[in-house]
């Protein structure tokens, strides 16, 4: 292997820049050379890249987003698309590729693997919707900003009297918003892997109002509904004034947090080991303490499983 | 003066509780009682009330909020809740009030004062719309709230190609909107006090467009507009994708900064002192380096003019 | 099991308090009384104790530190105060107990479950020196904590040319200082577990000074030496002028991360029902996505390995 | 005026960079070019500078320390340095300077402008020993980082039961000092301009500890003592186990809080305006809410009397 090509693709996370940087790194230190596709898939078909060294890489550990850039692309759904990305690495004399990003973009990865071009994936995405893998890159640092806003959210619910309906992140799955209601002491989460009942929660809210606590913390993942929904109908249904709060982009970017920055740099050094040791069409994970590689297609075929101890138990920690 | 009342009105702000510890400290260490109305004046309507002593306020320095709770109370803008009020502080032998509030509250202080009881005001509202103050209680932590939030969406913005519109408080007071906008570097801000043009922004944003500067920070403070309204019409106008944040509640709470710590000390000292000394029917306020106390009246009578210098300034600096 | 006692011992770490929070709310939910032991095992010994409510713990989960107070103490670790103990706990009627704090304390809990008193053990300790977990209560929260610190350091350092020496917390394990390393970019990692040689460093400060980067970060774990020591031998040695930073306490407390907040949540909870369930002699662990439990007397007879991966990765990555 | 150069000097500050920022794009809006020399005076000398455009300074308003380095430079107090600096202007068709820095670089500053070379000084120093302005740039960036730090602490204090030491920067000067303990809530505080006296402490120590109360903070310049010594001191007086922290280059760097990016932001704007105006051998300030310039030749001359308000008032409120 002399020469490596990497790119981010997709919804950018905290930690792809450490990624990034460990990638480059280690292949330097091993002799290779190294080149950045710009905007994900879409850099790679119309082969905007840039050489890649030491120093291209140095001070991005800190910073969230990606210096690749990154963007979602159509175009490489389709064999045209796939067909032009394999001209652009063979133009360049490109042997392994490195593609960091979600699922749509592992498939991606998976797709170019399959015709025969060497591919290794990083998982990164905020939602932790991706399996054979604890975490995605990302998540840790989406969770510490939520909490972070819903921490400043509680000292004003405390002062007064208010319900608060906080929006987060999670299009299928409830990763962010089951994790951050535990870590908030939130009353109520609701997820879109759950069934919910709004009645049922106004239901409560009641109860708790004729016991004196009036103020109470909603976590509601976007793919389940928006903040304002839940907010009208408890308004609606019991009258309560609540108070909505989207947190939007600000979710996702940032200083990446310690977690996001190991696991980016143990991320990153794996791909380049792997595809000097031949091994491709997988994707590095993290299992407890170790890295651990999976065929691209098993984590293409798989989702990811919630863990039931973490749904509901925000609630019966809210008592 | 023997024994001094303490209570905290309307939206609460980082700082409250840093002005109610320097307060009873100095109240207690020149040998006098305190007592705190709980929920504002509906707290001194209802003699609803603590004894503070020097423990009551150990650890409180740090936290946002206020351990004083806080409504608005419309009952006392009239005669008979006034009247309950003066009862209540005579039947506990209070001598002199502090009142930590925005300009309502402070309105407030002033119809007690205007009854005959020595009242000390402590302007406290993150809008900064409080005349004879360089700074109220509490703007200090809001900004630095809201920039960390942005500063976050930044790292998305520059790696995708998006522009986001953020709204952050502000009813009819842009302060909060113009500085955050100078400190996040943001292309465009939309105040209350001077009017806007979409259109005009819709054009500028086409204009950064054709020079490859594709992604742009939109600060709108929400007595301009929504946030989404603006999206809206960008969207509609030139098609360009935009993201919304609201951030609501977040920019209210949170450890205070150390610059309102301080501030919250000084007001609360030297409110208790100004009622030693006999003085009453004014607001304490920051004044450069000095602490300086203005007629309850004067104040209500004033609006805050914008600094000239500050709004705009944002644009000029975001070439 | 209709009492369960919790106490905390040893230097404390941030997600004691979650931890807390979730074995009280926990056994209340299941119908138990709880009571809380000040001191760690001098309150045990002292019959010092509080009861836990709902209520008692609100508002915790937030904060670092531990709000039952924790002392090293000798008295227990003989037959007397283990007598004492048990004497204080049959007094209560409590049926069993859990021990939150690192290896001294986690052998003392197993002293007491041998003499017959059912604990459950929970791993915290910053060090993250404790067999069988892979994270222990505190750790994410002050790599974060120390990674803060030093990115501002960082700010300095690219603007002056300078060596900085940071002494972190580890008296036998270099777990914090080389993950930190990483996280950082730090140029070179000192920890107890691995021969260094301050002469070697010396002659790759030069060289790399030879190249233009005058700059560098040198993480010393404080097992292996004091900052002010490697600081002198490098004057010394090349006459270099360094600056050293002690993190001390620092590193220790502060709100902490969702990591230790979700980790101690689940601990805490778990141990609750680990009792219920007849379960004792134990301590809960973190094994991958999972709550694991292991028996005190093999955590006692193991040392956590160091992940060979981690030592040295600051050192491939920092070039 | 068509050429502005522009240099930091001394130790950094948080919102050097702001500074820059405004300055050059309020320049290069107005028709003007900048260039930017590098490591302060020495760059002058050396005429080692680098042009400056819009983009030059994107993206450097969030991150502490100086794009332009800086570093003391001894040569530049001598005749023959300055007469160097001169020529490297003159080469270059600068016809005037803004310079950054601290008293020193001031006095620099000063020298140029006697030698009949248009400069405009910006007063940046986190010990605020700067006369003729409210706050130097840096301070409450300094003064945010102590006190997170502290916060930290505190949480451990109240744990355990221990006395901390910390000591903060501030060679001549307690502001630091001063005002974060007040913002922390610590017990003691130890600054260069007044007497201090370590018995007196060790006496109240102990009487607190009698009350009950074990655990106290005290902040302390590094211009009055090391931690280290008043550590060493307490324990040999009365026993007490004491821990010391030495927060060291953390407190300089690091992203500006919002109100040093707004000081920034406005001191680099209006230094342009003056020296367009004709203005020079004036240092900008910030004087309540407006900016106001004072010659160079005053703000030499004078010493920035500490607030005698400041002084003293942790103890009060600390009790």
New interface residues.
Partial sequence: MRKIGIL?SG??S?GMNAAI??AV??A??GGMEVVGFRKGFQGLINCDYMEMG?MTVA?I??????IL???RCKEFMYEPGQQAALKSLETLGVEGLIVIGGDGSLKGAMALDSLGFPVIGIPASIDNDIAFT?MSLGV?TA???I???????????????RT?VIEVMGRNCGYLAS??A????AEFTIVPETPFDTSEICRRLQTRYREGRNDAIIIVAEGAATAREIADKIEGCIGFET?????????????P???D??LG??FG?RAVEMLVAGEHGKMVGL???S?KATPLSEVAASVRVP?P?MLG?AE??G?
Avoid at 147 to 161: Q, W
């Fill in positions: 981010t919804g950018d905290s940087r460990a790194r280690t330097v230190s030491t001070g550990l800190q910073h969230g987003g990606t850039h990154s963007v604890d840790d969770m510490n900003n909490v972070y806003a819903v921490d400043c959210i509680k000292d004003t619910a405390s002062s007064h009297e608060f994790t951050t535990i870590a908030v002491g108070r909505v709060t989207v947190l939007g982009h600000y979710q996702r970017g940032g200083a947090s310690v977690f920055r190991l740099s143990r050094k299992c407890g303490r890295i863990d101890e138990m019966v920690l008592i």
